[in-house]
């Protein structure tokens, strides 16, 4: 079995409802395990263990939060060994991509061991407190059934 560990913060709920969608498109292909953990409590050794990786952030002041930075930036210490990763983050207003072009450009620059495989996701929320958009929400589950299929092959 495959194993995808999806890591995110949310200040709102607004990246965690987005993660657990595309979570819900991933699971869509049989064969496939997704793990969901918060950036603060993200165990590296589920991280070390899984097949891929997938990064949310909200978008904050024009890019990812700074602890989604600092995690980033600790899988530059690990010898991941071409791990499949792609983005995703959440925007108001009209910053979209702004954070996920951040995460990509950090990951590409700052772990080579990671290899980003598909065009990261932006997903626009109602307001800091959001909520999602609801027409949003289809995108992300279909961003999980790409995903899926591309790592699982």
């Known amino acids: 079995m495959s194993k995808v560990i999806v890591i995110y913060e949310s200040k709102y709920g607004n990246t965690r409802q987005v993660a657990e969608e595309i979570i819900a498109g991933i699971e869509e292909k049989k064969g496939i395990e997704a793990i969901l953990s918060e950036v603060k409590q993200v165990d590296f050794d589920d991280v ?23 995690f980033i930036n600790e899988l530059g210490e690990i010898n991941l060994n071409r791990v499949p990763v792609a983005v995703f983050d959440t925007y108001i207003n009209r910053d979209i991509g702004k954070a996920v072009k951040k995460m990509e450009k950090q990951i590409a620059e700052k772990v080579l061991s990671l290899e980003l495989i598909t065009p990261g996701l932006s997903v626009k929320v109602d307001g800091m407190k959001g909520p999602v958009l609801e027409e949003e929400l289809p995108k992300c589950r279909e961003f999980g059934r790409k995903f899926g299929e591309v790592v699982k092959g």
């Open 48 to 70: 070390i263990a899984a097949d891929s990786i997938l990064i949310g952030s909200p978008n904050h002041w024009g890019g990812h939060t700074g602890s989604i930075k600092k």
